[in-house]
Nanobody
Framework: QVQLVESGGGLVQAGGSLRLSCAAS????????MGWFRQAPGKEREFVAA????????YYADSVQGRFTIFRDNAKNTVYLQMNSLKPADTAVFYC?????????????????WGQGTQVTVSS
């Protein structure tokens, strides 16, 4: 069993930055691929970014490419999402997810464990 706890959300003006953190329990964190997803009101949950177990491979949605960076610290059992140049369209609840496999994917259904989410609001 893996428990994920997100933090770092909040209210920021357009053009600003936030760093989300996701702390994971369990000793097998380093074997899991991790992902960030988001869900805006009235919309389906969508892929944002993902990272392989080693951090050697990363994937991004087109909408965040070049603005967001996913990285992880396996010694701290934590994955991060650095978000720069934020836009009002980025407003959503952001979720951290763990996949019990080493290879990351962009599909929601491939992830086995989910955090409770953290709200990110970007004002114009």
């Amino acid at each position: 069993q893996v428990q994920l706890v997100e933090s770092g959300g909040g209210l920021v003006q357009a053009g600003g930055s936030l760093r989300l953190s996701c702390a994971a329990s369990g000793r097998t964190f380093s074997r899991y691929a991790m992902g960030w997803f988001r869900q805006a009101p009235g919309k389906e949950r969508e892929f944002v970014a993902a990272i392989s177990w080693s951090g050697g491979s990363t994937y991004y949605a087109d909408s965040v490419q070049g603005r967001f960076t996913i990285f992880r610290d396996n010694a701290k059992n934590t994955v991060y999402l650095q978000m720069n140049s934020l836009k009002p369209a980025d407003t959503a609840v952001f979720y951290c997810a763990a996949r019990t496999a080493t290879i990351a994917t962009m599909r929601t259904r491939d992830y086995n464990y989910w955090g409770q989410g953290t709200q990110v609001t970007v004002s114009s």
